[in-house]
């Protein structure tokens, strides 16, 4: 068993269903300090993160990743237990196996075959972990990201373990993701019985041409590094369920996934221009997820690029697409940011499972990642 599967294999054997880490980092925490690092615990809430850095000098090249996961839901559709990790047939299965426990698995020790090799390297390795990912992901990378601004600390290169890839190991690099924009409409109507409409205020009948040219609307046409944004409405509620009354308020619950051609403040702008063009009352609250950032060609993704064809003798495609990740927050800092991580075929499903070869293949890519950004 390489140390990689057997790291791995102890991660997915800590329930840590976000935000509990149940003792994940712990176990990286221990390992990270034998070989050199120095350890900030950072507990925001209820959720456990931790800084840790090894050098003092630049460039700062930081693995960033979380330990807690998503519920594992019926533990009966699974083949076996998802908190017992399994292997069957060259594949490793259990909660977090791609999404991220592997990959935290892969970071930790490519960083100790690195520095076994290269004890006094150049630059800083650094780790940001933490539990809160998955959840209201609040308190957990945006709250470090914080603690490092105000402390005077950096990041210039930062690797993401999200599962990027899409058919094989390496074959997707993410060097950047959409924005992420929320709304949540409430349409004021009159409650009434459905026998006699003019007594009564209908929103569903108000909101239904709106939302149609809301839903037709043309956001922009995107760019060669993002899609064009789009919008998608995610739930209509409106009513008690009976058939004979008219309901007195309707909510209409919608996302953007926008890219660097707009901003939140003219997406939010436009829908408001939409609605008031038409004759009824309404209220909606915004909540934004996260700007668009991408990382260029050159400097990290050359060296991600290089590292990938080096060890699984293919050329990355560079990718935007997808939901967000915490590299929104890592992005602020001015940082370079990509997403590398196992294939993502399974992740948040039954029997999640990554192959035990692309644990150790993607060993190889991090410490070699870390050799062509560090010597």
């Known amino acids: 068993m390489s140390k990689t599967l057997e790291l791995a294999k102890q991660l997915i054997n800590n329930p840590s269903v976000t935000p509990d880490d149940m003792g994940c980092q712990e176990l990286m925490i221990n390992r990270l300090r034998r070989i050199g690092f120095s350890i900030h615990t950072l507990k925001f809430g209820e959720v456990d993160n931790f800084w840790a850095v090894r050098g003092n000098s630049g460039p700062v090249f930081a693995f960033a990743g979380h330990t807690d996961v998503v519920p594992a839901g019926n533990n009966d559709l699974w083949e ?32 100790e075959n690195f520095v076994e090799h290269n004890p006094n390297h150049d630059g800083t390795i650094a780790f940001l972990i933490t539990s809160d990912e998955e959840g209201l992901a609040v308190n957990g990378t945006v709250k470090v990201v914080k603690y490092l601004q105000e402390n005077n600390q950096k990041i210039d290169y930062c690797l993401v373990g999200e599962p990027s890839s899409s058919a094989i190991l390496g074959d ?3 060097n950047g993701r959409r924005g992420s924009l929320n709304g949540s409409l409430t349409v004021k109507g009159k409650q009434g019985h459905i026998a006699y409409p003019q007594l009564a205020k209908n929103p569903i009948h108000f909101i239904a041409p709106a939302l149609n040219q809301i839903c037709d609307e ?29 309901p007195g ?87 370079e940011v990509v997403e590398i991580g196992p294939i993502n075929e399974t992740i948040h499903q039954v029997n999640e499972c990554v192959s035990v070869q692309d644990l150790d293949d993607l060993t190889r890519v991090y410490q070699q990642i870390l050799t062509n950004i560090l010597l």
């Open 218 to 246: 043309e956001w922009d046409n995107g760019n060669e590094h993002f899609p064009a944004t789009s919008l998608q409405i995610s739930n209509i509620h409106s009513g008690d369920g009976v058939t004979n009354v008219i």
């Open 80 to 111: 076996n237990d998802p908190f017992s990790p399994t292997i069957i047939d060259g594949m490793l299965y259990g909660r977090g196996a791609a999404d991220m426990k592997g990959s935290l698995a892969a970071m930790l020790v490519a960083t």
């Open 172 to 174: 997707v690099i993410r």
């Open 249 to 335: 308020e309707l909510e209409v619950l919608f996302n953007f996934r926008y890219s660097t051609e707009t901003t939140q403040e003219l997406l939010q702008k436009r829908v408001v221009e939409i609605l008031d063009s038409y004759d009824f009352e309404y209220s909606i609250e915004w909540q934004h997820s996260g700007g668009p950032f991408l990382t260029p060609k050159g400097g990290l993704v050359e060296a991600c690029a290089e590292a990938i064809s080096k060890v699984k003798y293919i050329e990355p495609e560079l990718s935007t697409s997808g939901g967000t990740s915490d590299g929104r927050f890592i992005a602020q800092m001015g940082a």
